[in-house]
Structures are given as structure tokens and as C-alpha cells.
């Protein structure tokens, strides 16, 4: 059974930086894509970041380009999210998947983490 733990989130100012990590355990993590996704409060959940199975192939949200970054160690079975220049509307708790598939993309997740809560106080 593949399981998936986020880590990482709190409350930070505007402006500032978190870093999300989501370790993997079960199954076999480096063969697929990982992916990260939140739900603001009334909202709907929303792609943020896809990475391929290799890691040197991403995808991001319009919202998040040229501030978050998702990066994989397939050696660790980890895969993390650098967030920066934080925006009051960053808030939500965010979800670390496992895809389907080898390449990134935004759909076709089919496990998924417990989520970590980050808070951006304006």
C-alpha cells in the first residue's frame, strides 16, 4: 500500500518562503510522476506542480510559476515543493499524489497524502 506523509507547512508572512517535503513509502516511488495540489477553504483542490518520474521534466500552475519549485530524490523517495514570494492567496493545505504515469501532468493521481496545512498571514 503506498502511503504519502506531507511535512513542512506553518504559518508565514507574505513574502516569505516554506519548503513542503512529501516522503513515500510502499510501492514504487521513482518509476512515476509526483505531483502537489491544495484546496483553499471553499474552494476546489487545484493542480500546483507536476514532476516526472526522472525529475528533469515539471509542470506548474499558471498561479505558482517563477515562485514554487518541486523537485524529487528518487534515493530518499521524497519529493518537495520551495515555495517563495508566499501570497495571502498561497493559503490552503496542500497534497502531495502519486500519478498514474511517468510524466508529469495535472490529472490521473491515484494516491494521495493527508495534506499539510500553509497559512499566509497578510
Known amino acids: 500500500q503506498v502511503q504519502l506523509v506531507e511535512s513542512g507547512g506553518g504559518l508565514v508572512q507574505a513574502g516569505g518562503s516554506l519548503r513542503l517535503a512529501c516522503a513515500a513509502s510502499g510501492g514504487t516511488f521513482s518509476g512515476y510522476a509526483m505531483g502537489w495540489f491544495r484546496q483553499a477553504p471553499g474552494k476546489e483542490r487545484e493542480f500546483v506542480a507536476g514532476?516526472?518520474?526522472?525529475?528533469?521534466?515539471?509542470l506548474y500552475a499558471d498561479s505558482v510559476k517563477g515562485r514554487f519549485t518541486i523537485s524529487r530524490d528518487n534515493a530518499k523517495n521524497t519529493v518537495y515543493l520551495q515555495m517563495n514570494s508566499l501570497k495571502f492567496e498561497d493559503t490552503a493545505v496542500y497534497y502531495c499524489a502519486r500519478r498514474r504515469f511517468g510524466t508529469e501532468g495535472s490529472g490521473d493521481y491515484i494516491y494521495w497524502g493527508q495534506g499539510t496545512q500553509v497559512t499566509v498571514s497578510s
Open positions: 514532476i516526472n518520474w526522472r525529475g528533469d521534466s515539471t
